[in-house]
């Protein structure tokens, strides 16, 4: 990682305006965004720890290559963002649009996303590591080789979307359905535990 060129440390935006800047190698720490404009900018190979987003624009922003810990993002706009190859420890993401957003090849641990609409995105090669799923829909989704292991999924329908070799691993599911018109070639799950209602 190089070193970062925009620092954004401990500190509290509220309806600021970023949108449509070049911050790529920022460094985002214990910070804090409300009612922030953060579209159209690029923040590539940036590192965000310990900070919160909330009520923000953040549609078409592109994180592609970036180090997240210990984030929330909380009813905000992600529509067409991009995370393509990005790691993810303790993320939540909470009740915020989320329509064409890419995450290609992004490992994601510890997440928590609760009340969110993945309406035609791009999670092809993605892993998720442990956490839950409350709520959710995935829709049109792209989740070719898509990898879900110890994760609790409450509520969550996928339809229409191509889980083409992609793996359920050691998953608790409630009320939970995976089979709506998806393409299922080669699917695997092993281990999950179902208690639908």
């Known amino acids: 990682m190089k070193k970062a060129k925009h620092i954004f440390d401990n500190k509290t935006l509220e309806n600021e305006n970023l949108s449509n800047q070049i911050l790529n190698f920022s460094l985002i720490n214990k910070s804090t965004f409300l009612n922030c404009k953060i579209n159209n900018t690029l923040f590539k190979e940036s590192q965000v720890f310990e900070s919160h987003f909330k009520d923000c624009d953040l549609s078409h922003i592109n994180f592609q290559s970036c180090t997240f810990k210990n984030v929330k993002f909380e009813n905000c706009n992600l529509n067409q963002s ?20 890419q995450a290609r090849g992004t490992h994601f641990k510890e997440v928590t996303f609760i009340k969110n609409n993945f309406i035609k995105c791009d999670f092809n090669r993605s892993t998720f590591e442990s956490g839950k799923f409350d709520n959710l829909i995935f829709q049109d989704c792209k989740m070719f080789m898509f990898f879900c292991f110890k994760i609790f999924l409450n509520n969550v329908n996928i339809i229409n979307s191509n889980l083409t070799l992609a793996k359920i691993i050691n998953c608790k599911k409630i009320n939970t359905s995976l089979t709506k018109n998806n393409k299922m070639l080669c699917f695997f799950e092993k281990n999950d535990t179902r208690f639908d209602s």
């Open 82 to 101: 991009v995370f393509n190859s990005t790691n993810f420890e303790n993320l939540e993401i909470l009740d915020s649009k989320c329509e064409k957003l």
